[in-house]
């Protein structure tokens, strides 16, 4: 019965929009199903949104429709919209941050990517949802995943890796955060930082140079004022 199975789904979807949070619907699912990834994609994807139409409040289907799902064969978590806004929010701070860095690395000769990687962005979605950082931690520690550094993790897969997951965390990451907006932000805020670099180093060694001609302008100036000086005190004592 598929009204029955939704039921406690229904009042789990509706505390992660009152949160602002999110929730993992495989735990709420029945054993028999949530092994079965189709019978999984039935339920979240076809039955429970017609569920959630046949409540007297019509905003939580709203709601389920305006957050993300990100669903494969380890996990089935939904998040509420107001959760993926505050995320992208965050990216703001973030991308200014790494702009400065990755700008300075630019001036003295690297060449990669301009976009955020994807591992900074997920510490700092760790720090804000403690519980889905747990809930990577605990994924990373039962396949015996160690991650060393930014080179990793990465925000596009090959096509052969589609079907693996990275873990609560990173996949939240991808689903919500991975756009054109942030992509064409990363760029356009290195852009900029660099340019700014570029200029001040520019502006420096332009005043320099300025300040070392001004230093020998009055260096010769004072040179012909006292050789006009001595050459009368000269003429004086010759008389």
Request: charged share 25%; proline share 3%; with cysteine.
């Amino acid at each position: 019965d598929s009204a029955k199975i939704c039921l406690p789904l229904e009042a789990a979807v509706q505390s992660a929009i009152l949160n602002n949070a999110f929730v993992d619907l495989k735990s709420v699912l029945p054993a028999e199903i949530a092994s079965s990834d189709d019978d999984t994609k039935l339920i979240i994807y076809d039955c429970l949104p017609r569920q959630l139409c046949e409540l007297e409040d019509m905003s939580t289907h709203g709601e389920y429709i305006r957050g993300i799902t990100v669903l494969n064969s380890e996990m089935c978590l939904f998040c509420s919209a107001a959760m993926v806004m505050n995320a992208s929010e965050l990216m703001g701070t973030l991308v200014e941050k790494y702009s400065k860095l990755k700008a300075k690395d630019i001036v003295e000769g690297s060449t990669s990517s301009d976009m955020i990687p994807i591992s900074q962005v997920a510490k700092c979605i760790a720090d804000q949802y403690p519980e889905l950082s747990t809930m990577q931690q605990q994924y990373d520690s039962r396949l015996n995943v160690y991650r060393n550094g930014d080179s990793e993790l990465q925000w596009e897969r090959e096509e052969s890796d589609l079907l693996v997951s990275d873990g609560p965390l990173v996949e939240f990451c991808r689903r919500a955060l991975f756009t054109d907006k942030l992509q064409q932000t990363c760029s356009r805020a290195v852009k900029a930082e660099v340019d700014r670099l570029q200029s001040t180093r520019h502006g420096v060694s332009v005043s320099t140079s300025m300040n070392g001609a001004a230093r020998m302008q009055n260096t010769e100036e004072a040179f012909e004022s006292s050789f006009k000086d001595m050459c009368c005190l000269l003429q004086l004592f010759s008389k």
